[in-house]
């Protein structure tokens, strides 16, 4: 593995380029169609970091199918039934996306991401221990550190731009902004989701501490999973045997990445520190054995 490996930023110059994220490049392909290129550039704090992790894209992607092919009697997702080969008829130019590469249907994405909570971590400690809950809502005292919650909880927030945060918002701010409905909807396939796919992952020896998804509306209004689904990116991935309450879990995901980072004198914001290749090669070697884990490859 060598940074050369890396994919920082894909070239399509056949496709218009629609839009390139902190971590994917969007390109149009038709009036129904898009693709999305998972690269291997890893954020952090909502910052772009300078080095890209070899073969992390491949791996958030592979992730991604096999949870969209276990949910998809729950939702229909955003997938398309159309080969890489049409969009992208080059074949060194498939060749370098790898298995990066993802044709999906166009959908009207909803201005939220749906995020969920089975364990006290991360922000959610933080506003526990300020505030006795999480994102408003009240939870038993006396919880510790990493502590798996009596269920799980909904916590929507908003999308942010890149370089911005995103805001978490209540519950009924999402039904200011879908409608009682669909926010209902949102809410309950969410937390059905995070539920029946974190008890798969703990039997395969991972914790799915916390999550987001995003969802989108098809041409009939029909609620459709898009973006990414439970991989290492968009989700906390602790290792089982190490878990234990009362301090922050070793993760799978880029957790590690923010450890080191918290160490140096950052500001969080653009341009992001240079990471040492043993950070790098650590963090891919996670992420790869979080996909081994879960799906049986990698």
Same mark, same amino acid.
């Given at each position: ?102 044709? $999906?249907?166009?959908?009207? #994405? ?5 995020? +969920? &909570?089975? @364990? =006290?971590?991360?922000?959610? %400690? ?118 234990? $309450?009362?301090?922050?879990? #070793? ?5 590690? +990445? &923010?450890? @080191? =980072?918290?160490?140096?004198? %950052? ?32």
């Amino acid at each position: 593995m060598s940074q050369a490996d890396a994919l920082f930023e894909s070239d399509l110059p056949h496709l218009k380029l629609l839009n390139r994220g902190k971590v994917r490049d969007i390109y149009n392909v038709d009036d129904q169609h898009m693709l999305i290129v998972t690269s291997d550039r890893l954020s952090a704090f909502d910052v772009v970091l300078p080095q890209p992790i070899p073969g992390k894209g491949e791996v958030l992607t592979r992730v991604a199918n096999f949870w969209f092919e276990r949910t998809q009697g729950i939702i229909p997702n955003h997938l398309s039934d159309k080969p890489l080969s049409d969009v992208v008829p080059d074949a060194k130019q498939r060749a370098i996306l790898g298995d990066r590469a993802l044709v $999906v249907r166009k959908l009207r #994405p909803l201005p939220i991401e749906a995020i +969920v &909570r089975g @364990y =006290l971590i991360g922000s959610g %400690w933080k506003d526990y221990q300020n505030s006795g809950g999480v994102c408003g809502i009240q939870l038993p005292q006396g919880l510790e550190q990493a502590a798996k919650l009596p269920q799980a909880i909904y916590t929507p927030s908003t999308k942010a731009d890149i370089g911005d945060h995103d805001e978490n918002i209540s519950f009924e701010e999402t039904v200011k902004l879908l409608g009682q409905e669909l926010a209902e909807q949102v809410r309950d396939v969410s937390l059905k989701i995070y539920t029946e796919c974190a008890a798969y992952a703990l039997e395969k020896g991972i914790i799915i501490a916390d999550t987001k998804f995003e969802f989108g509306l098809d041409s009939n209004d029909n609620l459709v999973l898009i973006d990414e689904i439970l991989t290492p990116d968009s989700s906390r991935f602790w290792p089982a045997d190490q878990y234990q $309450v009362g301090i922050s879990p #070793p993760s799978y995901d880029k957790q590690f +990445v &923010r450890d @080191y =980072l918290e160490t140096l004198d %950052w500001d969080k914001t653009p341009p992001g520190p240079d990471l040492p290749w043993a950070i790098v090669t650590k963090t891919a070697e996670k992420y790869l054995e979080a996909e081994t884990r879960l799906t049986g490859n990698g």
